[in-house]
């Protein structure tokens, strides 16, 4: 039992952070980029049902910029309310980032 108790802990501490970007216009992935705004979004069981407004509008957060990214991630905060619900309360963390080179154009 013990074994198998080192074996799931081992698994659920070396398990990494989902994180996917979304490059909308010219922006490279390479380029620098500087977070703008970042917004919490709930889901209930493993995402599947949306909590809330969850359709967030990128004009809200990054106002007329036309090259910026998007960047969705399960942060280690996400992830453990995750697992101390088991899975009934996902919720991910939606950051936008814009290019350091257009910071001051709005």
Known sequence: MKKFLLIALLCVGLTSCYTSRT???DTKPNDPTI???QEQVHHLI???IP??????DDSNYIGDRKNYVV???VTFLDGF???ITFGIYT??????E???DEVNVK
């Not at 909590?51 to 967030?56: E, M, R, S």
């Not at 919720?91 to 936008?96: G, N």
């Open 81 to 83: 309310l995750s697992i």
């Open 91 to 96: 919720p991910t963390t939606v950051t936008f």
């Open 46 to 48: 493993g995402g599947l």
């Open 35 to 37: 977070k703008v705004n």
């Open 23 to 25: 490059y909308v216009g």
């Open 51 to 56: 909590v809330g407004n969850n359709k967030l």
């Open 71 to 73: 960047k969705n991630q």
């Open 98 to 100: 814009v290019p350091i």
